[in-house]
C-alpha cells in the first residue's frame, strides 16, 4: 500500500511536475539555422563556429548564405509568428534597422550561457548584438608614389591625388561613410551632415574612382590605378600580400570602427540553442579562423595570445590604438540613409 509520500510522488509523475520531465519541453532540434554570408566567409564559420556547436551540442548548424544583409532583416520580420531562422550575423551598420523593425531579440550579457562575456571588450557587448571580430576604417596609401604620408583625414583631399583617389560606391556597407568623416576632416562633429556634404563636393570635384565593393577597392589599390583610398586595416596586408607597396595609417582624430557581430532571430524556437551559438562565436580559439583567412582581431581580447607572431602583428590593435576607434552612431545614420544616398548620388551625378 503506498504511503501519502509515494502517492503525492506517483501524482507528480503522472502530472509531468517534479522532477519528471515537462511534458511541455521542446525536444532538442536536429539543427538550427543561421543567416551569414557566404564565401571564405561561411567557410571559415563552419570551421570555427559550427564543427564545434556540432561537437559539443549535438545539433547541426544550417547556415543561410544566400540573403543579402537586408534581406536577412526582413526574413526575420516575415517569419516572426513562425520563426524559421535562429540567428543573424550583420555588420554594425545594419543593426539599428534589425533592432527598429524588431527583427532581433534582446540580448542579457550576464546570462548563464554567455560564459565568454569576461574577455570580451566591452564596447563590442551591444543590446541586441555582440560583436565577433573587428577592424579599423583608415587610409591606405602607395608608399612609392606618395612621397608625404597621409597622418589626418584631411589628407585623403589633397589636390595631387586627383583622380587616384578609391572610396566605396554608396551601396557598399561603409558607402556612406564618407560623411561623417567628411565632417571630422573639416573640424566638425561626425554628425554634422552639411559639413559633411560640403566635403563630399570637394571630393567630387577630385574625380575619385567609386569602387562597387571591397574587392574593387582592394584591385585599385593593388594596381596603382589608385593611390589612395579608405580601406580596413586587415585588407591593407591582403593587398601587401599581392606586391603592392601599401601601409595603412590610423588618422591622428581617430579610425573608424567597424565590426561584424551575431544576434538573436525574434521568435526563435531555440533560445537557449542560439544563446550557446553566440558564445561559441566569441570563444578566442574560434575566432582565429577569422584571423587566418582576413586578418580580423577577435572581439575576445585573448584570441590575440593563439596567433603566430607574424599573424599576431597584422591583427592586432594596441588598445591605445582601440581607445582611438570611433564609434559612428548608427542609428542615426541608418535613420538618414535614404536622404543621404539621394542626395550622394545627386552629387556624383553632377560631378
Same mark, same amino acid.
Given at each position: 500500500?503506498?504511503?501519502?509520500?509515494?502517492?503525492?510522488?506517483?501524482?507528480?509523475?503522472?502530472?509531468?511536475?517534479?522532477?519528471?520531465?515537462?511534458?511541455?519541453?521542446?525536444?532538442?532540434?536536429?539543427?538550427?539555422?543561421?543567416?551569414?554570408?557566404?564565401?571564405?566567409?561561411?567557410?571559415?564559420?563552419?570551421?570555427?563556429?559550427?564543427?564545434?556547436?556540432?561537437?559539443?551540442?549535438?545539433?547541426?548548424?544550417?547556415?543561410?548564405?544566400?540573403?543579402?544583409?537586408?534581406?536577412?532583416?526582413?526574413?526575420?520580420?516575415?517569419?516572426?509568428?513562425?520563426?524559421?531562422?535562429?540567428?543573424?550575423?550583420?555588420?554594425?551598420?545594419?543593426?539599428?534597422?534589425?533592432?527598429?523593425?524588431?527583427?532581433?531579440?534582446?540580448?542579457?550579457?550576464?546570462?548563464?550561457?554567455?560564459?565568454?562575456?569576461?574577455?570580451?571588450?566591452?564596447?563590442?557587448?551591444?543590446?541586441?548584438?555582440?560583436?565577433?571580430?573587428?577592424?579599423?576604417?583608415?587610409?591606405?596609401?602607395?608608399?612609392?608614389?606618395?612621397?608625404?604620408?597621409?597622418?589626418?583625414?584631411?589628407?585623403?583631399?589633397?589636390?595631387?591625388?586627383?583622380?587616384?583617389?578609391?572610396?566605396?560606391?554608396?551601396?557598399?556597407?561603409?558607402?556612406?561613410?564618407?560623411?561623417?568623416?567628411?565632417?571630422?576632416?573639416?573640424? /566638425?562633429?561626425?554628425?554634422?551632415?552639411?559639413?559633411?556634404?560640403?566635403?563630399?563636393? #570637394?571630393?567630387?570635384? @577630385? %574625380?575619385?574612382? =567609386?569602387?562597387?565593393?571591397?574587392?574593387?577597392?582592394?584591385?585599385?589599390?593593388?594596381?596603382?590605378?589608385?593611390?589612395?583610398?579608405?580601406?580596413?586595416?586587415?585588407?591593407?596586408?591582403?593587398?601587401?600580400?599581392?606586391?603592392?607597396?601599401?601601409?595603412?595609417?590610423?588618422?591622428?582624430?581617430?579610425?573608424?570602427?567597424?565590426?561584424?557581430?551575431?544576434?538573436?532571430?525574434?521568435?526563435?524556437?531555440?533560445?537557449?540553442?542560439?544563446?550557446?551559438?553566440?558564445?561559441?562565436?566569441?570563444?578566442?580559439?574560434?575566432?582565429?579562423?577569422?584571423?587566418?583567412?582576413?586578418?580580423?582581431?577577435?572581439?575576445?581580447?585573448?584570441?590575440?595570445?593563439?596567433?603566430?607572431? /607574424?599573424?599576431?602583428?597584422?591583427?592586432?590593435?594596441?588598445?591605445?590604438?582601440?581607445? #582611438?576607434?570611433?564609434? @559612428? %552612431?548608427?542609428? =542615426?545614420?541608418?535613420?538618414?540613409?535614404?536622404?543621404?544616398?539621394?542626395?550622394?548620388?545627386?552629387?556624383?551625378?553632377?560631378?
Amino acid at each position: 500500500m503506498l504511503n501519502r509520500r509515494q502517492m503525492l510522488k506517483a501524482g507528480a509523475a503522472a502530472l509531468g511536475v517534479g522532477h519528471a520531465p515537462s511534458a511541455f519541453a521542446q525536444p532538442q532540434p536536429d539543427s538550427i539555422a543561421v543567416m551569414t554570408w557566404g564565401g571564405l566567409w561561411g567557410d571559415s564559420l563552419q570551421a570555427g563556429v559550427d564543427s564545434k556547436f556540432l561537437q559539443q551540442h549535438g545539433v547541426r548548424v544550417v547556415q543561410d548564405r544566400g540573403s543579402s544583409p537586408v534581406e536577412r532583416i526582413a526574413k526575420m520580420r516575415v517569419n516572426a509568428g513562425n520563426q524559421l531562422f535562429d540567428l543573424v550575423q550583420l555588420h554594425d551598420g545594419l543593426w539599428p534597422l534589425a533592432i527598429a523593425q524588431d527583427a532581433v531579440e534582446p540580448l542579457d550579457p550576464r546570462g548563464r550561457n554567455l560564459t565568454h562575456m569576461a574577455d570580451v571588450y566591452p564596447r563590442m557587448v551591444h543590446s541586441h548584438w555582440i560583436a565577433q571580430i573587428f577592424s579599423a576604417v583608415g587610409l591606405c596609401y602607395n608608399t612609392r608614389e606618395v612621397k608625404s604620408p597621409p597622418a589626418a583625414w584631411a589628407d585623403l583631399w589633397r589636390p595631387e591625388f586627383r583622380g587616384r583617389i578609391v572610396l566605396p560606391e554608396v551601396s557598399h556597407s561603409i558607402g556612406t561613410y564618407i560623411v561623417p568623416i567628411g565632417a571630422i576632416a573639416a573640424g /566638425k562633429d561626425a554628425k554634422d551632415a552639411e559639413a559633411g556634404f560640403d566635403m563630399f563636393q #570637394r571630393m567630387v570635384k @577630385l %574625380d575619385p574612382i =567609386f569602387a562597387r565593393d571591397t574587392d574593387s577597392m582592394m584591385s585599385a589599390l593593388t594596381t596603382g590605378e589608385a593611390v589612395i583610398g579608405l580601406l580596413y586595416k586587415s585588407q591593407t596586408f591582403t593587398i601587401r600580400d599581392r606586391g603592392a607597396p601599401v601601409e595603412w595609417v590610423l588618422p591622428r582624430e581617430g579610425a573608424i570602427s567597424i565590426s561584424w557581430g551575431t544576434g538573436i532571430a525574434k521568435g526563435t524556437k531555440h533560445r537557449d540553442l542560439a544563446e550557446k551559438y553566440i558564445d561559441l562565436t566569441l570563444d578566442a580559439q574560434t575566432q582565429t579562423h577569422f584571423a587566418r583567412a582576413f586578418n580580423y582581431a577577435g572581439s575576445n581580447r585573448r584570441m590575440l595570445d593563439l596567433l603566430d607572431p /607574424k599573424l599576431r602583428e597584422r591583427v592586432q590593435l594596441s588598445d591605445a590604438d582601440i581607445a #582611438r576607434l570611433i564609434d @559612428l %552612431d548608427h542609428a =542615426f545614420m541608418s535613420q538618414n540613409r535614404t536622404a543621404w544616398t539621394d542626395r550622394w548620388n545627386r552629387a556624383v551625378a553632377g560631378r
